[in-house]
């Protein structure tokens, strides 16, 4: 597969992201590639006709020939510790360099570079060349950290790590207003009918929008309707404040936008979205400006205990973050 192959694990968190605090802080060998490279947020890409001191630079990590018994490794520490689904072990333009087998161990440690603590995660698992490896992941534990294995050595240009961050909700109070949709908070995208320009995973990243392309955006729209985005909150809650941040989009910012809300305890993305149709307004269309912050709280609707949202922009554009400010509901609240 020398195009990149879409992840059926599109709902999930990408928990190897270095926005996130993800770091490689351990590899065995990164002679040819530097280990950094493999969590890399960009596609890998290829020059042809780039080299560097070492050879062929590469893009991703690749490790020497080995000439000795053993496998190389390398040691991911998760930024934010949360519960894996699914990987990708991507070997894109690694031809006759790959490894062709590996296997990931996890732990969750408070060290850096965990010496013992390693529990099997994905065994040991045949590669090819140029390709996406789509592995599920069933393991229900809270991970810190993850070791790649490399039999017996070679070149992997990208590991995407997919799941949901298991916030620990000891160091907030009961009372505590807070973004309850903020990926730190276990907040995540689910489903969207288009992201042409811009993922729906960018709407709750911490801080502002770096750029254009630190957002959502949809391509331009042809046919009558509006689009729209699917996502849970990290911990159902009672909604104050909703922000609305067009950052970055200009000419191409939404004209107006709505926010429904429900609590529902639907899976199914394909049912959750039928449904999502009908859930009451949290917030009413309202018109956006370009380029700014727009903050919600008199026109908020008291739905109640929410557990998702859906954001309506219309008819199309860019929005580059979502925040869903509220307390949450203790236990005894649920329904």
């Known amino acids: 597969m020398n195009a990149k192959t879409e992840s059926p694990f599109r709902h999930w968190v990408r928990l190897e992201q270095p926005r996130l605090g993800t770091r490689v802080v351990f590899a065995t060998d990164d002679f ?6 493999l969590i890399d947020a960009a596609e890998p890409v290829f020059i042809a006709d780039k080299f560097d001191d070492h050879g062929k630079w590469m893009d991703g990590w690749e490790s020497r020939r080995k000439r000795t018994p053993g496998h190389d490794y390398c040691v991911i520490r998760l930024g934010i510790p949360g519960r894996i689904h699914g990987v990708d072990i991507d070997t894109r333009h690694f031809t006759g360099n790959y490894p062709p087998q590996a296997s990931i161990e996890a732990c969750e440690s408070a060290e850096e570079i965990p010496e013992s603590g390693w529990q099997p995660l994905l065994p040991k698992v045949d590669l090819i060349g140029n390709s996406n490896h789509l592995l599920p992941i069933d393991n229900e534990h809270t991970w810190t950290h993850l070791r790649l294995n490399i039999f017996p050595d070679g070149g992997i240009a990208r590991l995407r790590i997919y799941g949901e961050v298991r916030p620990d909700w000891s160091q907030y109070e009961a009372d505590d207003f807070l973004d309850l949709l903020a990926i730190e908070n276990g907040g ?9 320009f811009g993922s729906m995973h960018n709407l709750n990243v911490s801080g502002r929008g770096v750029n254009m392309g630190d957002g959502w955006e949809t391509a331009r729209r042809r046919v009558p309707g509006n689009d729209w985005v699917i996502l849970a909150l990290g911990h159902p809650g009672i909604v104050e404040r909703v922000e609305i941040d067009t950052a970055h989009f200009k000419g191409n910012y939404p004209d107006s936008a709505a926010l429904q809300a429900a609590f529902t305890r639907t899976s199914d993305l394909d049912a959750l979205e039928k449904e999502s149709e009908q859930w009451p307004l949290l917030l009413p ?19 109640g205990i929410v557990s998702h949202v859906r954001l309506s922009i219309y008819p199309d554009g860019g929005v580059s973050r979502l925040r869903v400010i509220g307390r949450r509901a203790m236990p005894e609240e649920n329904r």
Do not use: P, Y
Request: hydrophobic share 30%; net charge positive.
């Open 32 to 37: 040819f590639a530097d280990k950094s490279r």
């Open 188 to 196: 995540r995208a689910l489903r969207c009918n288009d992201e042409h």
């Open 285 to 303: 269309k309202t018109r956006l400006g370009m380029d700014q912050q727009h903050f919600f709280d008199k026109e908020i609707a008291n739905l």
